[in-house]
């Protein structure tokens, strides 16, 4: 006797950089040096995080911590990582998930002495990949945290669309079945494409565009939020986008000589 499917409900989060002034932060960790926006949006996080309710698979896809400060420590909180730690494992506890897996992030914010990421993946007893390939109700998920970024306005559904399609040809190459969905994370934009019937996303971020890393963003995209589906036991895939609204400006101060 088969046992009868049911959905499978799921949140998908990444790019916290807890340890950053501009990572997600809880109150009790924001110092004096904490920015205005620090508070309103955690407490924005945790409403979302609570909308969502009981979760089947929570899926962290990697730079949960912001790391050391290999280039300098101006824009961090604390360059404690068990204290990163700490902050991560504090915001990835608002949500209420029966499993949780995870991705690792970028060598640079989650790699020194050793792999930082494994000491979040111990406190929460899961599991850690480079690449996730999971099959949830017959869709099967291919899931990493690193994609190609660009800095032109129109060039990173390009990015994208080339990580579907590498993972096709990938799977072509190891005599393996390609993914229904890609999902990446890293570019702190959310993102979304398809092609013959597959589709891919990138994840929105959860650290705000300021300090260091404002200076390198240009204007036109930038999102703060995480995504949250249910697939269907037939295999239909409903997807909810939990994104914080923000509007960056930049005013341009002209210099008269």
């Known amino acids: 006797m088969k046992t009868k499917k049911k959905s499978i409900h799921i949140a998908w989060i990444s790019d916290l950089h807890c340890g950053a002034l501009s990572g997600l932060t809880p109150p009790r960790y924001q110092s004096d040096d904490s920015p205005q926006y620090a508070k309103p ?8 995080a609570k909308k969502c309710g009981p979760l089947d698979l929570l899926i962290i896809n990697g730079d949960a911590i912001d790391g ?9 909180l604390t ?10 494992l ?3 506890s608002q949500f209420n998930a029966k499993k949780i897996m995870m991705t690792y992030g970028t060598p640079f914010h ?4 050793l792999s930082y990421e494994n000491m979040i993946a111990k406190e929460l007893k899961c599991e850690i990949y480079d690449t996730l390939f999971l099959e ?23 990015m994208l669309g080339k990580a579907l399609i590498n993972d096709l040809i990938q799977a072509l190459a190891e005599n393996s079945e390609s993914a229904d969905w890609v999902i990446r994370s890293h570019a702190h934009v959310y993102c979304e494409v398809g092609i013959d019937g597959r589709r891919a996303r ?7 565009p300021d300090g260091i ?3 390198r963003l240009t204007t036109w995209w930038y999102h703060i939020g995480f995504l949250e589906m249910t697939i269907d036991p037939d295999g239909r895939v409903h997807e909810t986008q939990h994104m914080l609204p923000i509007e960056i400006v930049r005013k341009r101060n002209w210099i008269t000589l």
């Not at 050391?68 to 961090?76: A, N, Q």
């Not at 360059?79 to 991560?88: A, G, M, P, W, Y």
């Not at 949830?136 to 390009?158: D, I």
Request: glycine share 12%; hydrophobic share 30%; charged share 20%.
């Open 68 to 76: 050391e400060g290999k280039k300098g420590t101006i824009d961090l």
């Open 202 to 208: 990138i994840t929105p971020c959860l650290q705000a």
């Open 213 to 215: 890393l404002g200076r």
């Open 136 to 158: 949830l109700n017959g869709k099967k998920f291919s899931v990493r945290h690193v994609v190609g970024t660009s800095g032109t306005p129109y060039g990173q559904p390009t």
């Open 79 to 88: 360059s404690d990582i068990s204290k990163q730690v700490d902050i991560s």
């Open 110 to 113: 989650t790699v020194g002495p």
């Open 41 to 48: 949006m955690y407490n924005w996080f945790l409403s979302e």
């Open 90 to 92: 504090e915001c990835i």
